[in-house]
């Protein structure tokens, strides 16, 4: 009933709420984008995307179709890497930011371990900025992580709102310094946060700091402060602090990308096919389980 190249796009829009950078994402032309999404919409019977000049969003319809649509284009993957032979091989160094431990990531690459066992897959969880680093070392084949800003390497996955977290009872004054907790450097959400806060004369102070998620989160359960994070990823327990009562400044959107290393015929199959399977999963980034 729902053609697969429809499905993706749909997906490509869904995660970028943008029907241009999922028509560059996808490498088609926006009107052939939102021709196939018409086109699914009439198979569907319904509206998925509320749209105007501003804004895209999921509606109601559209949500319960993301939750449709990424297993049908995984399974359509696996039946067409069974039939056509594909048997990929080889080491495949791939390194994700720590923002996606807590998603659907692991089912994601359990999944493409079973269908491809002959692949090493090497997996790596480090901060945005270092894998960034280390795929242009050379040490990694594939990251997921976010990007410094859009104009920044990389191919769009998922868009979100930066927004402030912190403990359900806590309470900030905004004539005293904002208790950030944060990684260290040289953390990407750090560095825009410091920037937002200076440029806004928000004075703030260190109240935590640790080089893991859980570490972070842990001493905002404890009430010790506020910490940045993207919104659709807010871990259990944490909820999120207004703005306007804690005089807390906008910190604007973060995007979260895939990149490529240096593209050898060794390893560039596999780091294709765990991309598409990335790509594919488009509820990867709403289930925090922290």
Same mark, same amino acid.
């Given at each position: /009933?729902?053609?697969?190249?429809?499905?993706?796009?749909?997906?490509?829009?869904?995660?970028?709420?943008?029907?241009?950078?999922?028509?560059?994402?996808?490498?088609? +032309?926006?009107?052939?984008?939102?021709?196939?999404? +018409?086109?699914?919409?009439?198979?569907?019977?319904? +509206?998925?995307?509320?749209?105007?000049?501003?804004?895209?969003?999921?509606?109601?319809?559209?949500?319960? /179709?993301?939750?449709?649509?990424?297993?049908?284009?995984?399974?359509?993957?696996?039946?067409?890497?069974?039939?056509?032979?594909?048997?990929?091989?080889?080491?495949?160094?791939?390194?994700?930011?720590?923002?996606?431990?807590?998603?659907?990531?692991?089912?994601?690459?359990?999944?493409?371990?079973?269908?491809?066992?002959? $692949?090493?897959?090497?997996?790596?969880?480090?901060?945005?900025?270092?894998?960034?680093?280390?795929?242009?070392?050379?040490?990694?084949?594939?990251?997921?992580?976010?990007?410094?800003?859009?104009?920044?390497?990389?191919?769009?996955?998922?868009?979100?709102?930066?927004?402030?977290?912190?403990?359900?009872?806590?309470?900030?004054?905004?004539?005293?310094?904002?208790?950030?907790?944060?990684?260290?450097?040289?953390?990407?959400?750090?560095?825009?946060?410091?920037?937002?806060?200076?440029?806004?004369?928000?004075?703030?102070?260190?109240?935590?700091?640790?080089?893991?998620?859980?570490?972070?989160?842990?001493?905002?359960?404890?009430?010790?402060?506020? /910490?940045?994070?993207?919104?659709?990823?807010?871990?259990?327990?944490?909820?999120?602090?207004?703005?306007?009562?804690?005089?807390?400044?906008?910190?604007?959107? $973060?995007?979260?990308?895939?990149?490529?290393?240096?593209?050898?015929?060794?390893?560039?199959?596999?780091?294709?096919?765990?991309?598409?399977?990335?790509?594919?999963?488009?509820?990867?980034?709403?289930?925090?389980?922290?």
């Amino acid at each position: /009933m729902f053609e697969p190249a429809q499905l993706r796009t749909f997906l490509a829009v869904a995660q970028t709420l943008s029907f241009t950078q999922a028509a560059h994402r996808l490498g088609l +032309r926006q009107s052939t984008v939102s021709q196939h999404v +018409r086109r699914l919409e009439e198979s569907a019977g319904c +509206r998925l995307f509320l749209r105007d000049t501003h804004a895209v969003e999921l509606t109601e319809d559209g949500e319960a /179709m993301v939750r449709f649509a990424r297993p049908i284009l995984e399974a359509n993957e696996r039946a067409a890497a069974y039939f056509t032979g594909t048997r990929l091989r080889g080491r495949l160094r791939f390194g994700v930011s720590e923002d996606f431990v807590p998603t659907r990531l692991p089912e994601i690459l359990a999944a493409f371990r079973h269908d491809h066992p002959e $692949v090493d897959l090497e997996l790596t969880v480090e901060l945005s900025g270092a894998l960034h680093e280390r795929l242009e070392a050379g040490g990694l084949d594939l990251c997921l992580a976010k990007r410094s800003g859009p104009e920044g390497p990389g191919r769009l996955v998922w868009r979100d709102k930066l927004v402030w977290i912190g403990g359900e009872r806590l309470r900030l004054d905004p004539r005293r310094p904002v208790p950030l907790i944060a990684h260290p450097p040289p953390a990407l959400t750090r560095v825009r946060v410091l920037d937002v806060l200076e440029r806004h004369g928000r004075a703030w102070q260190l109240a935590g700091t640790s080089g893991s998620l859980g570490g972070l989160v842990a001493a905002a359960r404890a009430g010790l402060g506020v /910490m940045a994070h993207p919104q659709g990823l807010i871990p259990a327990g944490l909820v999120r602090v207004q703005s306007r009562a804690g005089g807390l400044p906008d910190l604007g959107g $973060v995007e979260f990308v895939l990149r490529h290393g240096r593209r050898t015929s060794r390893v560039q199959e596999s780091a294709d096919a765990l991309a598409g399977a990335i790509l594919a999963g488009g509820g990867l980034l709403h289930r925090p389980l922290l």
